[in-house]
Every structure is written in C-alpha cells, then in structure tokens.
T-cell receptor, first 112, second 112 residues
Framework: NAGVTQTPKFQVLKTGQSMTLQCAQD?????MYWYRQDPGMGLRLIYY???????DKGEVPNGYNVSRLNKREFSLRLESAAPSQTSVYFC???????????FGQGTRLTVV | GDSVTQMEGPVTLSEEAFLTINCTYT??????LFWYVQYPGEGLQLLLK?????DKGSNKGFEATYRKETTSFHLEKGSVQVSDSAVYFC???????????FGTGTSLTVIP
C-alpha cells in the first residue's frame, strides 16, 4: 500500500471523545476517499474529495467531518464518538477517471 | 444508482480446487471494474481490472472478463493455493469524482 499513509493504526476512544484520523498521499493524485469497513457490510463511503478544496458526502456521512487541507492530506474527524463508529477506517486515493484506487493500511477504531 | 453485488461467503476450498466468485453490477454509464484482495490486518490491494466491455483482467493466476451483456465480472482461478486465503472485493468506478462502489466481500479459505 505504498503511497497512502494513515495514522494512527489503532485507537480506543470513550463515548463522546473526539479525534482526527490522518491520511496523506505522496502520489499527487486528485481524488481521496474515506471508507469504513464493517463485517458483512463491505466498504461504505463516508466522504470523498474530488480535488483540493472540495469535499462531498458519501453513503454514511453522519457523525463525521472531513478536511482536505491540501492536495496531499485528507483528514476525518469524529466530533463525539459513538459505539456505532467502532470500525476499521480506510483512506484511499485515485489518480484519474477509472483508474484504480490505492488504499492505506487502515485505522482500527474502538469506541467504548 | 450504481452498485455491485457479489457472491456471499464464506467459501472454503481444498488446495488446487477451481475458484469462482460471482460479481454483477448496475451502472448507468461505462464503468471500470476491479477485483481487490484483502489479507488479514491489511488494506485492500488491486488484484486485477478491466476498463471496457470484453476486456479480460488477469494477475497471479486470477482472471475476470468484463461482460456487458450480463453485467458481470466473475473472478476465477484454476487452482487455488493456501496463500490465496483472503477476502475478495468486486468494485466499480464510474461517474463524477471517481466514486468507487464495492461489494460486500467474499471470504475465501483454502485448506491443504
């Protein structure tokens, strides 16, 4: 998964706490994504950013905010974590139309 | 809207058995189609892709053919190995912002 770096790899939060998941890419691609992966649900798109300065909601945006700080970085913020947000979060990037997506290693988040 | 439906698992096969994982899609335009593989504890890696009708993607002994008439992109391998044990995701990319849509994933276990 060279090219996409996610931090942290693991995190445990208490209900109501906030945190930001970081994602950075070094391939100068325009489009970046945040997905969550849950058993039996596949990957569900939370937010995406087609280019620097733009963000759009995906399938499951409630409870999350994002920021495309520059072309390289795309962060995901949980303002008030809930147990339903326990999941594995993946950041991905895509270069041009219909080329493949490159994924980070994931962040395993547990909210207790 | 665009979507991907893939065969539910889990699938358990003996080494050297033939593998088929079914994938069908719904898309309004002319999507590109992908198979991704996820090994335990890792992010998703591209396995193969096809960008237009009748294209065949192949990699590491896996193959899939883009069939527009049946809106399918089934994954096949003639002889599986223990090292092929992983979760396989079918995906499509179409539309503005290069949105990716994933199936729910199929877990494959290959036993010696």
């Amino acid at each position: 998964n060279a090219g996409v770096t996610q931090t942290p790899k693991f995190q445990v939060l208490k209900t109501g706490q906030s945190m930001t998941l970081q994602c950075a890419q070094d391939m100068n691609h325009n489009s970046m994504y945040w997905y969550r992966q849950d058993p039996g649900m596949g990957l569900r798109l939370i937010y995406y950013s087609a280019s620097e300065g733009t963000t759009d909601k995906g399938e499951v945006p409630n409870g999350y905010n994002v920021s495309r700080l520059n072309k390289r970085e795309f962060s995901l913020r949980l303002e008030s974590a809930a147990p339903s947000q326990t999941s594995v979060y993946f950041c991905a990037m895509v270069g041009t139309v219909n080329t493949e997506a490159f994924f980070g290693q994931g962040t395993r988040l547990t909210v207790v | 809207g665009d979507s991907v439906t893939q065969m539910e698992g889990p699938v358990t096969l003996s080494e050297e058995a033939f593998l088929t994982i079914n994938c069908t899609y719904t898309a309004t335009g002319y999507p590109s189609l992908f198979w991704y593989v996820q090994y335990p504890g890792e992010g998703l890696q591209l396995l193969l892709k096809a960008t237009k009708a009748d294209d065949k993607g192949s990699n590491k002994g896996f193959e899939a053919t883009y069939r527009k008439e049946t809106t399918s992109f089934h994954l096949e391998k003639g002889s599986v190995q223990v090292s092929d044990s992983a979760v396989y995701f079918c995906a499509l990319s179409a539309g503005t912002g290069n949105q990716f849509y994933f199936g729910t994933g199929t877990s494959l276990t290959v036993i010696p």
